[in-house]
C-alpha cells in the first residue's frame, strides 16, 4: 500500500467547496484484504489507537457507523479506512473536520481516490502519511510494504510527535478564536504567513492582528508594556495600585534592591513575557541569586519588586471596555493521603481536558526542573504523599500552557477593580490589553483591601476566557472584530470569477477596464499577470488560488476580477471560497487528454466550479449547451443568460419569467447588445461603437463584451459606466496582449492573435473572411505539441479553405514532439482537404515562419498571425521593414525627443521592453528568459 500521487486543493474544487487533499492510494496486493478478512486483530487494534473512530457515523449517519463498516460483511477497503484515520488524527490535535470521500478509479484496479477535508496544509499532508503508518503496522506481518514502518517505531510517540508538530503549525488559540468570531460575522481570513499574522476582509478594508495585537495597537503602546519599569512609573504617577520596583543588572545589585524593598519580593525579566523567568515569594538572598539567574535567562536586565498577597487575575480590556476577569492557578496537585505526588500528576492528567501544548482546554502536568525547585521549597519530592486535602503547587506562575487552571470572575469583580484595569490600559495606550492583578478577593475593591497590578501586556491570552477550567466561557475575540470592523462597515470586496475555454482573459479585462472607469481601484488575475488599477505587478500565469489570494492581500485593491483556468482548478482549486459574481464563457475541446479529463463534459464539470460557488449571479453562455447545463448547479439568486441569437427558446422563456438576461439584437443602425431584468429592456451600446470588435465584425469580442457587461450589471454598475467602459477598451498589444491585436502601419494589415485550440482559431479565421479584403489572406498557424492528435489536426479543419496560403510551424516549446512533427500534421492535413501543395509552406521555427510571411505579404493582403512567444512576434511584426517601402516619415518633436516605431507609442514601447525575453504558451507568461533577438 502507498501513496501514488497527491493534492492539496485550497478552496472550491471537483471534491469540496472547502480545503481538502486527495490522494491517489495504490492497495496492490491488500485490494483482496478488506477489513473484516483482516479481523479482529486488526480493527481492534486501529480503535485502541485511535478510540474516536468510534464516534465516525460514516454511512450509516451515527455513532460507530464506521465500525460497523469495519465488521459487517466483508468489511470495506483499506483507502476507506485511511480516510477516516486522517481525519480523525486532525480531531485529535484538535481540529474540526469531519468530511472524507474514497472512490475506487475506473481502469485501475486497487487504485483509490481518497479525499478528506484538512484545517492546516502541513498538518493534513502528515496526518495522510501518519495514517498510511499506523494503518500498515497493524497489519499482520506478511501484508506489511517494506519501508513503511521503521523499526523500533512506536505508536504513542508518533501520535504524541504529530499531535505537537500540528500544534506547531495551527493558529493558537487567542488567533483561533479570533478567526472563528470574524467566520459568524461573514468577515474573509487568511493567514499571510506560518504563525499568527492574519489578514481580515479584502483589499483596502483589510485589517490585520498578530497573536491579539491588532492592527490598530500602536507601537508605542506595545512598548511600553515590554518595558515593566517603564509600565510600573506611568501607572503609579496616575495614583494606580502597582508595587515597588528596581531594575538590576547583577546579582549583588539584586540583593540589595530585595534588602531596600523588603523581603518577600519577587524576580522577573525586564521584557519577558508568558511568565517565563519569574520567581515569587523569596525570602532569602539565596533565593534572590537564584531568582535572578532564572530571570536573566530570558533577559540582561531584571527587576525585583515588592511581593504581593492575593490570587492572580488577568483583567481583559478591549476597546476601552472590560470584557472578562479570570482567576489564575498554579499548576497542582491536591493530596489525598494515599498517592504519591507523581501518582497523583498521573492522575490529574487523565482529566480528558488536559492535552498536549495547547491542544485541550488543560495542559497536561509535568514534573520537571520546576516543579523540582516547587517541591524542593515545599519540602517534598516526587515520591512524597500529601495529606489529604494538602495542596502542593508544581508551578509559580498560574499560565495555562504550563498546567495551571482559570476560573471566570468577570461576573462578582468589583466595579473600582473594573475601573482600574480600564485606566491602567488606557494609561499605555492599548487597544486591546491584559492586567495581571493581585487581590485576596476580586469582589471587594482594591482601595478597601489593597492589591496591585504586576503586570500590563499588550497581547494577552484569551484561551483562559474564552475555556476557562470553571464559570462562564467569555465571549472576548467578538469584542475585537466589532472594533477592527464596526457595524455596517466593509469588510469584502466585490470579486467576480470569469472562465472558460476562449474568450476569458479579454472578458476579465473588459470587466476590470469597467471598473477602472467607474471609479474602482481593480485588481486583475490574467494568463499574462496580476494587475493593479491597470499596472501588472507580477508577471506569469497568476490564473491560480495563489494570485488570487495576491489580489485579495493588495491594500489598494476595491473590486477583482479573477480569470479562473482550468489547470489552476484541477491543480489546487480556486482561491476564494466564494465570489459575487461567477461567468461561464463556453467549454470547448482543449487540453482533452490531460490530468484525467476526457471529455467536454468533464471539462464542464470543472470549469462549473465557478458557478457553483457564485452568491449572487451566475452568468451563463445560453448558446453552449455544456455551459447551459450548469444552471442546475449553482445556488447564485439569480441566473444571466447570454446569447447572440435573440430567438432562443429557452432565453425567451427565461425573460418572459422576469429573469436576467443579455441578447444581441438586430436594429437600423446595426446590432444592439441588450439587457432584460425583471420585465425591463434595457438597450445598452450598438457593437459598433465598440473599438474591440472591429466595428462589430469580430463576435467573438462582441459575446465577451456581452459577458462583461451582464457581470458589471449584476454588480450593480449603472449603465453609463458599462457604456463608457466598453466605448473605451480596444486591443491594442498593450492593453490585451496576443487578444486580436490588429497593425495597419505595413502596406498589408497584419491580424495578430494567440488562440491555441481549434475554437479560437476558427473564430479568428471566420473574422478574417468578414473583413474586407482587397488582396490575399495568409496564415500563420501551430498547435501545442502537448495536445492530442486529433486536436491538432482540428486546427488544421478550422482554417482550411479560408487562406491563400497557410504557413504551419510549431510552437519553441516541443512538448514530447519531434522538431517538425506539429507543422508536418498540420500540413498534411490540410493537403487532405484540398490546400494545393503551392499553398503550403512549412517553416518549424516561429521566427523564421513569421518573417516568410511578413515577406510574402503585398498591398491589401490580410495577414492572420497565431504566435506563441507574445512579445518576441509581435515585435517582429511591427519593426519589420517590408522591402521597396520607405519608412514613414516622422515630425521630430521640437524638443528633439526620440520618435517611436510606427504603429508603436511609447508607452507600448516601455510594455514591450518590460517585457524583453518572456515566453508565453497556453498557461500564460513564463518567467524564464530567451536569448536577446
Request: hydrophobic content about 40%.
Amino acid at each position: 500500500m502507498r501513496i501514488l500521487d497527491r493534492s492539496v486543493y485550497v478552496g472550491p474544487s471537483l471534491y469540496a467547496h472547502f480545503p481538502v487533499i486527495r490522494l491517489e492510494l495504490d492497495l496492490g496486493e491488500l485490494e483482496h484484504w478488506p477489513s473484516a478478512r483482516l479481523g479482529a486483530p486488526f480493527i481492534d487494534g486501529l480503535v485502541a489507537a485511535l478510540p474516536g473512530l468510534a464516534e465516525h457515523g460514516c454511512s450509516y449517519r451515527e455513532p460507530g457507523g464506521f465500525i460497523r463498516r469495519l465488521r459487517e460483511g466483508e468489511g470495506t477497503w483499506l483507502g476507506h479506512v485511511l480516510e477516516h484515520v486522517a481525519i480523525e488524527l486532525q480531531n485529535v490535535a484538535g481540529e474540526e473536520v469531519t468530511f472524507g470521500k474514497t472512490r475506487s478509479i475506473d481502469g485501475r484496479p486497487g487504485v483509490y481516490s481518497v479525499v478528506y477535508e484538512y484545517a492546516q496544509r502541513e498538518e493534513g499532508i502528515e496526518a495522510g502519511e501518519l495514517a498510511l503508518r499506523l494503518l500498515c503496522s497493524l497489519l499482520p506481518r506478511e501484508l506489511q510494504p517494506d519501508d513503511t514502518v521503521s523499526e523500533g517505531w512506536d505508536w504513542p510517540t508518533a501520535r504524541d510527535e504529530f499531535i505537537r508538530y500540528a500544534q506547531r503549525r495551527a493558529l493558537g488559540p487567542s488567533t483561533a478564536s479570533l478567526v472563528k468570531a470574524a467566520e459568524s460575522r461573514g468577515i474573509p481570513w487568511f493567514r499571510l504567513n506560518d504563525q499568527s499574522l492574519v489578514q481580515f476582509g479584502h483589499g483596502r478594508y483589510q485589517q490585520r492582528i498578530q497573536a491579539t495585537v491588532t492592527g490598530k495597537t500602536p507601537h508605542i503602546a506595545v512598548e511600553l508594556a515590554s518595558d515593566k519599569e517603564e509600565t510600573n512609573k506611568i501607572l503609579a504617577s496616575l495614583g494606580l495600585p502597582v508595587p515597588r520596583q528596581i531594575l538590576v543588572q547583577s546579582e549583588s545589585s539584586a540583593v540589595r534592591a530585595a534588602e531596600r524593598i523588603g523581603y518577600p519580593v519577587v524576580t522577573k525579566p525586564y521584557n519577558g513575557n508568558h511568565g517565563r523567568g519569574i520567581s515569587i515569594r523569596l525570602t532569602t538572598a539565596d533565593e534572590v541569586r537564584d531568582g535572578f539567574a532564572k530571570a536573566r535567562e530570558h533577559s540582561r536586565s531584571v527587576i525585583v519588586e515588592t511581593y504581593l498577597e492575593g490570587d492572580d487575575h488577568r483583567l481583559l480590556v478591549v476597546n476601552g471596555e472590560l470584557v472578562a476577569a479570570t482567576r489564575r492557578t498554579p499548576g497542582h496537585v491536591v493530596g489525598d493521603g494515599r498517592h504519591s505526588i507523581a501518582e497523583l500528576v498521573e492522575i490529574v492528567n487523565q482529566d480528558p481536558r488536559r492535552g498536549v501544548g495547547h491542544e485541550k482546554v488543560l495542559t497536561r502536568l509535568v514534573l520537571d526542573a520546576q516543579a523540582e525547585m516547587m517541591m524542593a521549597r515545599a519540602g517534598v519530592t516526587a515520591d512524597s504523599v500529601p495529606a489529604e486535602g494538602q495542596v502542593v503547587y508544581l508551578r509559580s506562575t498560574a499560565n495555562l500552557s504550563t498546567g495551571g487552571t482559570a476560573t471566570d470572575v468577570t461576573d462578582i469583580i468589583h466595579p473600582d477593580n473594573r475601573d482600574m484595569a480600564v485606566r491602567a490600559i488606557r494609561a499605555i495606550g492599548l487597544d486591546v490589553g491584559g492586567v495581571d492583578f493581585l487581590s485576596t478577593n476580586i469582589a471587594e475593591s482594591y482601595k478597601a483591601i489593597g492589591g496591585g497590578i504586576c503586570e500590563v501586556n499588550a497581547a494577552p491570552g484569551f484561551r483562559m476566557h474564552v475555556a476557562p477550567s470553571e464559570g462562564t466561557p467569555r465571549d472576548v475575540a467578538g469584542p475585537v472584530i466589532d472594533m477592527l470592523f464596526p457595524p455596517g462597515a466593509p469588510a469584502r470586496v466585490p470579486i467576480a470569477a470569469v472562465t472558460g475555454t476562449n474568450g476569458k482573459t479579454t472578458t476579465a479585462r473588459m470587466l476590470a477596464h469597467i471598473a477602472k472607469m467607474a471609479g474602482y481601484t481593480p485588481g486583475l488575475t490574467t494568463t499574462d499577470g496580476v494587475y493593479i488599477d491597470g499596472q501588472r505587478t507580477v508577471e506569469g500565469d497568476m490564473t491560480g488560488p495563489v494570485s488570487a489570494r495576491m489580489v485579495l492581500a493588495d491594500p489598494q485593491i476595491d473590486f477583482a476580477v479573477l480569470e479562473t483556468a482550468r489547470g489552476g482548478l484541477l491543480r489546487a482549486g480556486m482561491g476564494v471560497p466564494e465570489v459575487d459574481v461567477g461567468a461561464v464563457l463556453n467549454v470547448q475541446s482543449d487540453h482533452l487528454g490531460m490530468k484525467g479529463i476526457d471529455t467536454l463534459e468533464q471539462l464542464a464539470e470543472v470549469k462549473r466550479i465557478v458557478v457553483e460557488v457564485a452568491k449572487d449571479c451566475a452568468v451563463l453562455n445560453a448558446d453552449d449547451p455544456n455551459v447551459l447545463k450548469m444552471s442546475g448547479y449553482t445556488d447564485a439568486r439569480t441566473i444571466c443568460y447570454v446569447t447572440l441569437n435573440p430567438s432562443h427558446g429557452l432565453v425567451r422563456e427565461h425573460i418572459r419569467a422576469g429573469g436576467r438576461a443579455c441578447a444581441l439584437e438586430a436594429g437600423v443602425n446595426g446590432q444592439m447588445i441588450t439587457l432584460y431584468d425583471k420585465g425591463s429592456h434595457i438597450p445598452l451600446l450598438w457593437t459598433h461603437l465598440i473599438p474591440a470588435t472591429l466595428e462589430g465584425r469580430a463576435l467573438h469580442n462582441v459575446q465577451n463584451a456581452m459577458f462583461a457587461a451582464s457581470m458589471a450589471y449584476s454588480m450593480g454598475f449603472k449603465l453609463d459606466a458599462i457604456r463608457q467602459g466598453l466605448r473605451t477598451f480596444d486591443t491594442t498589444f498593450f492593453q490585451a496582449p496576443g487578444r486580436m491585436n490588429v497593425f495597419d502601419e505595413h502596406p498589408f494589415k497584419v491580424l495578430f492573435d494567440y488562440g491555441h485550440n481549434a475554437h479560437a482559431v476558427k473564430v479568428m479565421a471566420d473574422l478574417a473572411q468578414r473583413l474586407d479584403v482587397a488582396g490575399r489572406r495568409i496564415v500563420v498557424m501551430a498547435g501545442p505539441g502537448d495536445r492530442r492528435d486529433a486536436d491538432i489536426l482540428a486546427i488544421a479543419d478550422a482554417v482550411a479553405g479560408g487562406f491563400d496560403h497557410y504557413f504551419c510551424r510549431r510552437d519553441d516549446a516541443l512538448r514530447g514532439r519531434a522538431p517538425d512533427e506539429v507543422p508536418k500534421m498540420l500540413a498534411a492535413r490540410l493537403r487532405e482537404l484540398g490546400v494545393p501543395e503551392h499553398a503550403i509552406t512549412l517553416i518549424p521555427d516561429e521566427q523564421e515562419c513569421i518573417d516568410a510571411a511578413l515577406r510574402m505579404g503585398r498591398a491589401g493582403d490580410l495577414l492572420l498571425v497565431f504566435a506563441d512567444a507574445l512579445t518576441r512576434s509581435w515585435k517582429q511584426v511591427i519593426k519589420f521593414k517590408p522591402e521597396g517601402v520607405a519608412p514613414k516619415a516622422a515630425a521630430r518633436p521640437a524638443n528633439d525627443a526620440p520618435v517611436s516605431l510606427p504603429g508603436e507609442s511609447a508607452s507600448d514601447e516601455r510594455f514591450l521592453a518590460s517585457l524583453e525575453g518572456v515566453v508565453i504558451d497556453e498557461r500564460g507568461v513564463h518567467l524564464s528568459r530567451e536569448a536577446s533577438d
